[in-house]
């Protein structure tokens, strides 16, 4: 009897599922959402300062993948992705005059997605990957028009839901902590921009097992 629990229970860590949203299988998805945009600036040499801005906006993605199957309850799926946003952050202060933006255009990366079967037709699953963002930044004071890409760390929990056969929609919640950029301005002030954004976002996807 011994013999046959052990066997039982080691089926059951060592045995890939190969249906439902377990399958080995590559994948497709495209979705919409917002996006939550924070700039920590520190100016230096001319009027120095520490500045926090932030702003909200909309957000787009489409990524591909591939999905393995693990033990079972367990998989891993590899991804690309790429992002499209509209987010721009802009102060005008009359009293000097000066206006500024921060504009959030677009970002693209790969990660990994373990993930848990919660049941036949659902998982739940941690993101962490590499991702590179594309910023602008304006300050018409201090002469200042930057465009420039960081990279950043990425991390996330989400959900997969099995609509019907290859249909699945999904929704994830991401943080991206971008590396600090340095430039200077036209006239010699410097601009040091230490970027975050949060990602919310539904997608449609298609799997093609």
């Known amino acids: 009897m011994s013999k046959k629990i052990l066997a039982f229970t080691a ?7 190969t249906t439902g949203v377990f399958a080995q299988e590559a994948y497709i998805g495209i979705g919409a959402g917002g996006t939550g945009v924070f700039n920590h600036t520190t100016q230096t040499v001319i009027d120095p300062g520490i500045f926090d801005d ?6 787009g993605t489409l990524y591909v993948g591939y999905t393995f199957p693990l033990m079972s309850k ?3 799926s590899l991804e690309a992705v790429g992002n499209l ?3 721009t952050m802009a102060e005008y202060i009359p009293t000097i005059p000066d206006t500024t933006y921060t504009k959030y255009r677009y970002s693209y ?5 373990p ?3 919660v049941s036949q037709e659902s998982n739940i699953h941690f993101i962490a990957g590499y991702s590179r963002g594309n910023f602008n930044v304006q300050d018409t004071l201090h002469a200042r028009d930057n465009n420039f890409n960081v990279s950043a760390y990425q991390v996330g929990l989400g959900s997969k839901l099995e609509l019907c056969q290859n249909l699945f929609v999904r929704g994830d919640i991401i943080y991206n902590g971008y590396q600090s950029k340095t430039i200077a301005s036209t006239i010699g002030a410097i601009f040091t921009d230490q970027m975050s954004t949060f990602d919310g976002i539904v997608s449609l996807g298609y799997s093609f097992g």
């Open 109 to 113: 990366g790969i990660r990994v997605l």
């Open 115 to 117: 993930a848990y079967q």
């Open 54 to 59: 932030g702003v909200f906006g909309a957000a």
């Open 85 to 87: 946003f509209s987010a």
């Open 74 to 76: 367990y998989q891993l």
């Open 11 to 17: 089926a059951i860590l060592t045995g890939p599922i």
